[in-house]
C-alpha cells in the first residue's frame, strides 16, 4: 500500500527556523513534493526532490534521501503568514501522473 | 494568465440528489485530476485525465462516481445519490504535458460540497 506520514500540527515562533518531516512508503518513487495550503484556499507549489540532497528556494529548503523514504521541509525566519498546513507527496508513477499526498501538517506561526 | 477555476465554490445538497462539479483548467494543460479533502485526511486521488488517453478511474470510491473531460478542456465530475460521506472539498488540478519540466500540478480553488 501506500503510506506516506508526517506529523499533524507544529507550532513555530515568528523568525525562528521549523523542520517538518514526512516519510514515505510508496510502489514506486518518480520525485516527491511539498505544497502550501492556508485555510479555505487552494494548495500552492512550493519543492521538488527526485535525487538525494537538499534544495534550496528562498527562505525554504527541502531535503530527499531515497534509500531512508525520507524527506523534510525547513522554514526559515518564519513569518506569521507562514501558518498554514504544508502539504507532502510523492509521485509513484512516470509523467505527469497522480500524486500521492499525506494527511499534512499544519503549522501555526506565534509571536 | 488564469489559473484554475472551479464552480460552485460551494454546494449545499440533500442526501440522494445528484450533484455536478466544473473544473476549467489553465489553458494549453494537458493532464486533469481531481482529489478530495475530507476533514482531517490527506487529499485524496479520485481520476486523473492526460491528453486523449482513457481516464485512470482507479481511485473513484464507487460505480456513484464519474467524470467526463470535453475538448480535451473542461471536466465534470458527477455524484448521483450523494450520501453524507460525500462531504468534503473537492479539488481540480492541472499541469503540463509530459516531456516539459517537472509536472507539478496547479490546484483551483476547489468546491465544497455538504450532503445534508
Known amino acids: 500500500g501506500q503510506n506516506i506520514d508526517q506529523p499533524t500540527e507544529m507550532t513555530a515562533t515568528e523568525g525562528a527556523i521549523v523542520q517538518i518531516n514526512c516519510t514515505y512508503q510508496t510502489s514506486g518513487f518518480n520525485g516527491l513534493f511539498w505544497y502550501q495550503q492556508h485555510a479555505g484556499e487552494a494548495p500552492t507549489f512550493l519543492s521538488y526532490?527526485?535525487?538525494?540532497g537538499l534544495e534550496e528556494k528562498g527562505r525554504f529548503s527541502s531535503f530527499l534521501s531515497r534509500s531512508k523514504g525520507y524527506s523534510y521541509l525547513l522554514l526559515k525566519e518564519l513569518q506569521m503568514k507562514d501558518s498554514a498546513s504544508y502539504l507532502c507527496?510523492?509521485?509513484?508513477?512516470?509523467?505527469?501522473?497522480?500524486?500521492?499526498f499525506g494527511k499534512g501538517t499544519r503549522l501555526s506561526v506565534i509571536a | 494568465g488564469a489559473g484554475v477555476s472551479q464552480s460552485p465554490s460551494n454546494k449545499v445538497t440533500e442526501k440522494g440528489k445528484d450533484v455536478e462539479l466544473r473544473c476549467d483548467p489553465i489553458?494549453?494543460?494537458?493532464?486533469l485530476y481531481w482529489y478530495r479533502q475530507s476533514l482531517g485526511q490527506g487529499l485524496e486521488f479520485l481520476i486523473y485525465f492526460q491528453g486523449n488517453s482513457a481516464p485512470d478511474k482507479s481511485g473513484l470510491p464507487s460505480d456513484r462516481f464519474s467524470a467526463e473531460r470535453t475538448g480535451g478542456s473542461v471536466s465534470t465530475l458527477t455524484i448521483q445519490r450523494t450520501q453524507q460521506e460525500d462531504s468534503a472539498v473537492y479539488l481540480c488540478?492541472?499541469?503540463?504535458?509530459?516531456?516539459?519540466?517537472?509536472?507539478?500540478?496547479?490546484f483551483g480553488p476547489g468546491t465544497r460540497l455538504t450532503v445534508t
Open positions: 507527496a510523492v509521485r509513484d508513477r512516470e509523467g505527469n501522473t497522480p500524486l500521492v
Open positions: 488540478a492541472s499541469s503540463i504535458r509530459p516531456g516539459q519540466g517537472i509536472y507539478e500540478q496547479y
Open positions: 526532490n527526485v535525487l538525494d
Open positions: 489553458s494549453g494543460h494537458t493532464a
